[in-house]
């Protein structure tokens, strides 16, 4: 296989927030703890410097073991990892926001967060039960708060000192629009389903314009059909650079400007997840316009409810 250059060290300068994030990060939502806390762990060996987690994800404890044991190891530095978690849906109250964010440091054995999003836009009846359901199984919605309202509680994180940035994720374009009008302090970045089949196009040239880093989750299609590592156009650009489908579309994702995620369990492909180098011209014009298809796989951003996690019983 050819053999990686610097694209993977990219970094992204936060123009909104402080510090700069790398472009190709380490999500975590993985259902198994113990997988969980492994994959940080090879993750950050493998040299991955971003790590993404989430107060719904539960997986921030494990994340926190992974990360306390590579420091204490003296292998990577607390400073070198760039770290982000979520508030969830049942904590927009403004003064829910400070307690959230706290449990979720001490989880992740941290004293301050590079980056805290909002996990969707939907502000879910507040309380311990994270999927807060009616008679009729339908997701409670509190209609006491509104995104602006729970924006200026992170606003107040960073001026703190707890957080160096903030943003926002599942928010489309309008509604991304409305909250960086109206901010104090400006979204950092835009966390949002993106990949070869739903390049948002759009969204990433209002983030660029503003100053603002898109973050693509799902970067390989979330193991869904239609897979998007068989798509003939990104196979047959990997059998021509001598790179998987995987390292394509991570490469695509980064140098077309956005920082991204990819996630798996499974040791050789954190190894190969991390292995990317720059394609060349014409085979991401052959992406941007051979690639026709146009798939959503996370309908999170429709709901609040997310797609990708099993429902609490
Ligand atoms: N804000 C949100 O609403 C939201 C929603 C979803 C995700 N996220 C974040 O984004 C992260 C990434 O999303 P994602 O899990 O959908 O990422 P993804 O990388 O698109 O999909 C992960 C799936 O791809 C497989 N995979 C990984 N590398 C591969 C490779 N080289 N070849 C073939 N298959 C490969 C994994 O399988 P194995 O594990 O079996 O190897 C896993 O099933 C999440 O962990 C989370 O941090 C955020």
């Known amino acids: 296989m050819k053999p990686a250059d610097n694209l993977r060290f990219t970094k992204l300068p936060l123009a909104n927030g402080s510090g700069a994030i790398p472009a190709l990060g380490f999500g975590t939502l993985i259902p198994d703890p113990v997988a ?11 040299g991955f410097r971003a790590l993404d987690t989430a107060e719904r994800y539960r997986t921030e404890k494990e994340v926190g073991e992974a990360m306390r044991e590579v420091f204490q190891a003296g292998k990577i530095k607390r400073e070198e990892v760039f770290v982000a978690t979520k508030l969830w849906n049942t904590n927009h109250r403004p003064e829910r926001v400070k307690p959230a964010f706290e449990a979720s440091l001490k989880k992740l054995q ?9 996990h969707t836009p939907f502000a879910f009846q507040p309380g311990d039960v994270q999927d807060p359901r009616d008679a009729n199984g339908n997701v409670i919605y ?25 943003g926002l994720s599942d ?11 109206a901010a104090t302090i400006k ?13 948002e196009w759009d969204l990433l040239d209002y983030c660029r314009k503003n100053g603002i880093v898109l973050q693509a989750f799902a970067a390989l299609g979330h193991s869904s059909e ?10 047959a650009i990997a059998d021509r650079v001598g ?3 995987a390292q394509v579309a991570l490469a695509w994702g980064i140098q077309r400007g956005t920082a991204l995620l990819t996630t798996t369990k499974t040791p050789s492909r954190i190894a190969e997840n991390f292995e990317v180098s720059t394609l060349p011209e014409n085979a991401m014009r052959e992406i941007n316009e051979g ?10 951003v429709e709901t609040g409810i997310p797609g990708f996690i099993p429902r609490e019983k």
């Open 171 to 181: 928010i489309g374009l309008e509604k991304l629009k409305e909250i960086f009008e």
């Open 243 to 245: 790179k998987t489908p």
């Open 142 to 166: 509190d209609r006491g708060v509104t995104l602006l309202d729970t924006w200026g509680a992170l606003e107040k994180l960073v001026d703190e000192g707890k957080c160096k940035a903030i």
């Open 187 to 199: 979204p950092a970045v835009v966390h949002v389903e993106s990949h070869p089949y739903l390049p």
């Open 36 to 46: 969980t806390k492994n994959a940080t762990k090879a993750a950050l060996e493998a």
């Open 291 to 300: 690639v026709k298809s146009r798939i959503r796989f996370n309908a999170v």
């Open 110 to 118: 941290l004293d301050y967060l590079d980056l805290y999003l909002i």
């Open 226 to 235: 239609p897979n998007l590592l068989a798509d003939p156009v990104i196979t």
